[in-house]
Nanobody, 126 residues
């Protein structure tokens, strides 16, 4: 059974940084693509960043390029999202998700993801 457990969310001032972690179990990292989505109140869930499990390629939403960095530690079965220069509009619940298929497609189509974590709240104050 696939399990994804997020941590690292919190309250931070604009311009600050947070690092989210997603501890994964029940599958082999190299066989899946894993990444992050977020959902703000009243808005649709949107892809933030994905990493291709087979070759390590990374993909980002335009809104976070240059500020967020996704990485993985296969030995720990953990994926990280380093978020720098945070803005109030980054406030959302952040979810870790895993799926099979082109990572760029998964980033754009949330319904294609097969497993989700419970989410972690990120709040950026102005």
């Amino acid at each position: 059974e696939v399990q994804l457990v997020e941590s690292g969310g919190g309250l931070v001032q604009a311009g600050g940084s947070l690092r989210l972690s997603c501890a994964a179990s029940g599958f082999t990292f190299n066989d899946y693509n894993i990444g992050w989505f977020r959902q703000a109140p009243g808005k649709e869930r949107e892809g933030v960043s994905f990493i291709d499990g087979s070759d390590g390629s990374t993909y980002y939403a335009d809104s976070v390029k240059g500020r967020f960095t996704i990485s993985n530690d296969n030995a720990k079965n953990t994926v990280y999202l380093q978020m720098n220069s945070l803005k109030p509009e980054d406030t959302a619940v952040y979810y870790c998700a895993v799926g099979v298929g082109p990572a760029l497609l998964l980033l754009r189509v949330p319904r294609l993801l097969s497993s989700w974590g419970q989410g972690t709240q990120v709040t950026v104050s102005s």
